[in-house]
């Protein structure tokens, strides 16, 4: 969860995200993935990734600004 809300901070600060509980977001986030992954490999439909990642974009989309996210270092 701490990676979640690290990454979700940085977001927030690079203005792509709107201010919000971040901690309890990271929930969320590892809440919709996990679920996810479990539906996807019930039903497997589709590439895993785009399953996942049109889950979290859905989770996401009401906290964007619009501002299109930077390359972030690893």
């Given amino acids: 969860l701490e990676g979640y809300r690290r990454l979700l901070e940085e977001a927030v600060a690079a ?11 990271a929930r969320a986030v590892s809440a919709v993935a996990g679920g996810s992954l479990i539906n996807w490999g019930m039903l497997q439909r589709g590439n895993v990734e ?16 619009g501002r299109k996210p930077q390359a972030r270092r690893r």
């Fill in 15 to 25: 203005k792509e995200l709107r201010r919000c509980d971040t901690a309890r977001l």
């Fill in 50 to 65: 785009r399953w996942v990642r049109e889950d979290l974009e859905t989770l996401l989309a009401p906290l964007r600004t």
